[in-house]
């Protein structure tokens, strides 16, 4: 009888104990997330307005505020399309060719998230710097790398080179390419099957891979304090405005023009969650 009795009686406990481990969890897990996100992110704003709105719309229209959001757009405007042409173009050939040199293709494009930025803007600084390879040459024809917007541009493109691709790479595979076969074995060429079969498949999640690299690019701090040689006005961007001023004392007005980076977190956050959504949905109407 004891015997019967004793699983019955450890299910039950498992049972009432399983709610308030469940409630634990939650609890921990909302502390994390309030220490490490929510508190930030508060005592940024509260910094920022610390001196009052006057203040804060000084330091966020100031030239060099100014110069440092306008410098940071035009790189992701280069860098975004670039890396997202050679995502689609790299997940294409891995998801569906088998080729030697696969497997290092591969791992290549994973290079960036293994690699330091600082270290990233050393080896453009080996390359293209004053004393490199070739920057000596490109300085003398007029056109310097190092210290200036092309720089700045490489060493973006290279942190944010693998997001859309590794984005793309395994929904690529798990797709297959049935369609595309028949698409092609229907008459149609490789421009319409992409048009037509391919990017309607992946477009979802080509845009989550896109929202991610676009973040990177304008948050990048890293490589580009490398390569870009602090010079205010003309190659400092968003995150090394910041950091200037605060070197400079000036908290109120680097908390100000922090903000604007937290803005734009808060909207990759809810643009990531929208895509997220709709690439879930997408899932589920092609499963049923």
């Not at 910094?47 to 440092?68: I, K, M, P, S």
């Not at 995502?87 to 290549?108: D, K, N, V």
């Not at 390879?133 to 541009?153: C, H, K, M, Q, R």
Request: aromatic content about 12%; proline content about 5%.
């Amino acid at each position: 009888m004891s015997r019967i009795l004793q699983p019955q009686t450890a299910s039950r406990e498992q049972k009432a104990e399983t709610p308030f481990v469940r409630y634990l969890l939650s609890l921990l897990a909302l502390a994390i997330i309030g220490l490490f996100l929510i508190l930030p992110l508060v005592a940024v704003l509260f910094e920022a307005f610390r001196e009052g709105w006057q203040a804060y719309l000084t330091a966020v229209t100031d030239r060099y505020t100014r110069h440092a959001i306008l410098l940071t757009l035009f790189t992701a405007l280069i860098c975004v399309p670039l890396n997202t042409l050679f995502g689609i173009a790299a997940a294409w050939c891995i998801a569906r060719f088998q080729f030697p040199g696969r497997s290092l293709l591969t791992t290549l494009i994973d290079l960036p998230f293994s690699v330091s930025p600082v270290i990233a803007g050393l080896v453009f600084i080996l390359i293209f710097g004053a004393q490199g390879w070739f920057g000596g040459w490109f300085a003398a024809n007029g056109f310097p790398v190092i210290f200036a917007l092309p720089g700045i541009v490489l060493a973006t493109m290279f942190v944010t080179l693998p997001f859309v691709a590794r984005e793309l790479i395994p929904l690529m595979q798990a797709q297959g390419a049935e369609q595309e076969e028949a698409a092609i074995m229907l008459g149609a060429g490789p421009w319409r099957m992409f048009w037509t079969i391919t990017l309607p498949r992946i477009k979802w999640g080509l845009l989550y891979g896109v929202i991610l690299c676009n973040a990177r690019a304008m948050g990048e701090f890293g490589a580009v304090s490398v390569v870009s040689g602090h010079i205010r006005g003309s190659t400092n961007t968003l995150p090394l405005h910041v950091e200037i001023l605060y070197n400079e004392y000036q908290f109120s007005a680097a908390f100000a023009v922090a903000t604007l980076l937290a803005g734009l977190a808060i909207v990759t956050l809810i643009a990531k969650s929208i895509v997220e959504w709709r690439q879930q949905r997408q899932w589920e109407n092609a499963s049923s």
